[in-house]
């Protein structure tokens, strides 16, 4: 089919998608513009959106549909729509062009996170983590999953063959895994590690992304190495965190010992040291920390220490799996001190924010939790 | 085939059941937004339920996948009005349109996935650079060492390829403006 591709500024197109937008650009539009940022629209959200099926439950939509209430629809223009989707995408800040009924009944951020965690075993077969325990025998391991815990027992057959399978953990989740030489492992929201089902050479070796707790079993004969996109973790039978999230990356050593290897360099931890290591200008350095501050996630407890709202956000995006626009952006300087042990959902966390600032309002829409002054 | 009674309330709750998560999905993938595609399938499913007298479709998952897109279409297009297609008329033009055209959403997603591998390996990768992992053009033209200008026009003849191989995103918006 051929589309009027004349009529097409793809610069002022490419530039809107990139991000670039004013309302001015989007008013003058032509036909076929309009169109094509449609597309362009609907193939980035096909890309982007894994797992859809999970965000529309049944349930919920025949309880709505029994109680037939009258739906209650804010009138957008399709520009000031199709906007709105775009800011949504580019993850932009501004929300000036969405326009909302007052008389809606505020949301709670009370959801539940829309993705499960799952494994993904080296036969291409795909463990979901839910709420029913699945046991899966794999050659010389059993593995038994449940929804927030996978445990790889060895067991006694003797197949030697290793596989690689890979824990994928999604916003708003949280595993404990115990790998089949006793090592457990806690990984954080938005992280994934790729780990042999069984350990039989010299060396015991991970590959971490996101953020893990590790409690490595001791064995003097086989290392344990955390490896990431800028450094390895050579570990010496030790209890340690590495959050490799971003551009640094944190390698917090609680008790043991262990061997930092970045490229060039090898640095040996002390228990209490940070070693932090930017990938980009390749940049070390040793600091002495709290490091409850840095492992107090993996029992559940939310901590932070004179930390700006933005970080926290940050933190609470990964754990809660919501996102946060700042209609205020002064507001992401302001700097909180937050102990929180198991906050149920994240409306207790906003609430208590909210009470220890006393101007800081949240507002829910979906998925989105929007922050102004009050 | 499978002709259901809707009629017939339990039958109702069974078509509901299971065909609500997958018509969400396809409005969402139209307007953007969860509680304003869940709007439409609930819409959708009112204006059946009101018309269940006159409702005798015999696929119902073509004739509702087709009605929530259009309608999700419409609604982009014209403010916020949500239009559904009588259902009589469907029955008429099942004989313009081939059902080989109703694809779901999973397959439609595998086709964009098989389209996207078959762009030149160095286009694909900037594509999903900036559709996937969200980057800027600027920051794709830093990570990879070319001009951004390049970039652009990789992206811009992505775009171009993809809309010809996957052209269901386009095509039931033109058989739209052929309603009166």
């Given at each position: 089919m051929e589309h009027a591709d004349k009529n097409i500024d793809w610069d002022k197109l490419l530039a809107l998608s990139d991000g670039d937008l004013s309302g001015e650009d989007i008013m003058n539009l032509t036909e076929e513009e309009r169109e094509q940022l449609r597309v362009a629209v609907e193939l980035k959200l096909r890309i982007k959106e894994e797992q859809l099926l999970a965000r529309f439950p049944v349930e919920e939509g025949w309880k709505r549909f029994q109680n037939r209430p009258k739906v209650h629809r804010t009138i957008f223009s399709y520009w000031k729509m199709a906007a709105a989707i775009l800011l949504l995408l580019t993850s932009s800040?501004?929300?000036?062009?969405?326009?909302?009924?007052?008389?809606?009944?505020p949301q709670l951020a009370n959801y539940t996170p829309s993705h499960k965690a799952e494994i993904r075993l080296a036969n291409g077969k795909v463990l979901v983590l839910c709420d029913s325990a699945e046991t899966e025998k794999q050659g010389i391991v059993d593995i038994k999953a449940t929804n927030n815990a996978v445990v790889y027992a060895a067991n006694n057959a003797s197949n030697t063959t290793v596989r690689v399978d890979t824990l994928i953990v999604p916003r708003g989740n949280k595993v404990s895994l115990e790998l089949s030489d006793g090592t457990k492992v806690t990984l954080n929201a938005a992280s994934s590690l790729i780990f042999p089902s069984s350990f039989n050479g010299n060396t015991r070796s991970v590959t971490l992304t996101g953020e893990g707790y590790f409690e490595v079993n001791g064995n003097e004969n086989s290392p344990f190495i955390v490896q990431t996109a800028g450094i390895n973790v050579k570990v010496l039978g030790t209890a340690f965190n590495v959050n490799a999230y971003d551009q640094t990356i944190y390698t917090t050593l609680v008790n043991g010992k262990v061997q930092v290897a970045t490229p060039g360099k090898l640095t040996v931890l002390k228990?209490?040291?940070?070693?932090?290591?930017?990938?980009?200008?390749?940049?070390?350095?040793?600091?002495?920390?709290?490091t409850p501050l840095y492992t107090a996630w993996q029992e559940g407890i939310v901590y932070f220490e004179h930390s700006s709202l933005l970080s926290i956000t940050k933190v609470l995006s990964r754990d809660y799996d919501y996102d946060f626009v700042f209609n205020d952006k002064e507001l992401m300087d302001a700097q909180f001190r937050l102990e929180i042990p198991h906050p149920t959902s994240l409306q207790l966390l906003l609430d208590q924010i909210s009470r220890i600032s006393g101007n800081i309002t949240f507002t829910v829409k979906n998925r989105v939790v929007y922050i102004d002054k009050k | 085939m499978f002709q259901p009674d809707i009629n017939r309330s339990e039958n109702f709750e069974e078509l509901f059941r299971l065909h609500y998560s997958n018509l969400c999905v396809t409005a969402y993938y139209v307007v953007g937004d969860e509680e304003t595609a869940k709007d439409i399938v609930q819409d959708f499913f009112l204006y059946c339920w009101n018309k269940r007298n006159a409702l005798s479709i015999a696929n119902f998952a073509s004739y509702a996948s087709r009605s929530v897109r259009n309608a999700s279409l419409n609604y982009i297009k014209k403010a916020g009005r949500i239009d559904f297609e009588p259902p009589e008329t469907i029955v008429v033009r099942a004989e313009q349109i081939p059902d080989e055209d109703y694809q779901p959403d999973e397959s439609k997603n595998a086709a964009l996935w098989a389209a996207i591998s078959r762009l030149p390996e160095q286009r694909q990768r900037i594509f999903l650079m900036s559709n996937k992992d969200e980057l800027k053009y600027k920051d794709i033209a830093d990570k990879l060492g070319i001009s951004i200008n390049t970039v652009k026009t990789q992206i811009k003849l992505a775009y171009q390829f993809l809309r010809k191989e996957c052209d269901w995103v386009i095509k039931i918006l033109i058989f739209i403006n052929f309603l009166p």
């Open positions: 800040i501004t929300v000036w062009l969405f326009t909302t009924k007052k008389t809606q009944t228990p209490g040291e940070q070693h932090l290591y930017d990938i980009t200008d390749r940049k070390e350095e040793i600091t002495k920390v709290e | -």
